[in-house]
C-alpha cells in the first residue's frame, strides 16, 4: 500500500480488525521511511455496479463519492463518522443486492433521502436541497410544506 503522504511503496500494517458491521477490514497502517500512520478499509466487491446519470451517461458506482455527500449533508450534525460509514455500508450493499449491474442515480439518490429523513430532519432538507436542485427560497417552502404537513387546527 502506497502512503499518501509521501508516496512510499512500502507500509507496514500494524492492527488489522473488522468494522462493527462486519463488512470490511479496517487496517491501521505505518510508513517506515515518513513515520506517519493512516487508515485503509479492505471491502468485498461483488459486482461492478454502474450508475446510469440523469443524461444517460454510464460511470463506475463510487462509494466515496457517496460518502462525501452523505457527509456533507451531514455536516456538523450529531452523526459520528461510524453511523456515516455504517450508513453508506448500508446502501452499498442493498444497491448490490438488488441483482442488477446498472443502477439508476434516481434511485441511489431516493435511497440516501430515505436514510436521511429517518435519521436527520436537517440533513434531509440539505441534501434534497442540492438533489432536487432548490433554486429559490420558495422551493425550500413548498419542500418542508409537503415535509411537514398541513398545520394543526
Not at 121 to 133: G, I
Amino acid at each position: 500500500m502506497r502512503c499518501p503522504f509521501c508516496g512510499h511503496d512500502d507500509t507496514q500494517v500494524k492492527d488489522s480488525r473488522p468494522t462493527e458491521d462486519n463488512s470490511a477490514i479496517r487496517r491501521r497502517r505505518s510508513c517506515p521511511a515518513c513515520g506517519s500512520r493512516f487508515t485503509t478499509f479492505e471491502r468485498v466487491q461483488i459486482r461492478d455496479l454502474v450508475v446510469i446519470k440523469k443524461d444517460g451517461d454510464r460511470v463506475p458506482f463510487d462509494r466515496d463519492k457517496l460518502l462525501r455527500s452523505i457527509g456533507i449533508a451531514l455536516r456538523k450534525r450529531p452523526v459520528d463518522e461510524d453511523q456515516i460509514e455504517r450508513i453508506v455500508n448500508g446502501i452499498h450493499r442493498r444497491l448490490e443486492s438488488i441483482g442488477e449491474n446498472e443502477v439508476p442515480s434516481k434511485f441511489i439518490g431516493e435511497l440516501v433521502m430515505e436514510v436521511l429523513m429517518d435519521l436527520d430532519k436537517v440533513a434531509y432538507v440539505r441534501y434534497a436541497s442540492v438533489y432536487r436542485n432548490f433554486r429559490e427560497a420558495k422551493d425550500f417552502e413548498e419542500f418542508l410544506g409537503k415535509m411537514i404537513g398541513p398545520p394543526a387546527d
